[in-house]
């Protein structure tokens, strides 16, 4: 499937995305109140549960352009795993 992207998830992967993404980050630099709700308007181009995550990158990318502060849904979780998790100096 060209323009797709396949990310093997499973539980712990999914818990960890839910972990990362607080309330607080998402109210911070998205227009969801939650992850939970960021999740459930993108569900038309993302799944969402299961083995895999699999998403039209370009589409998915814009919805995140539109929706948050971030460029790409990359950038976005390299952020809220920044946050989550703080990098000692």
């Known amino acids: 499937m060209e323009g797709y992207i396949r990310v093997k998830a499973g ?6 995305l839910n972990m990362i993404f607080t ?13 939970e709700y960021f999740r459930y308007s993108s569900a038309v181009m ?7 995550m699999i998403y039209p990158e370009t589409v998915f990318n814009n919805f ?10 990359d950038e976005m979780v390299m952020k809220a795993a920044d946050e989550r ?5």
């Open 11 to 16: 539980k712990e992967f999914w818990e960890l």
């Open 23 to 35: 309330d607080e980050f998402m109210q911070k630099y998205t227009n969801f109140e939650s992850f």
């Open 46 to 52: 993302c799944s969402w549960d299961g083995e895999y």
């Open 64 to 73: 995140v352009i539109e929706s948050t502060v971030f460029k790409t849904w």
């Open 85 to 89: 998790f703080p990098k000692e100096k």
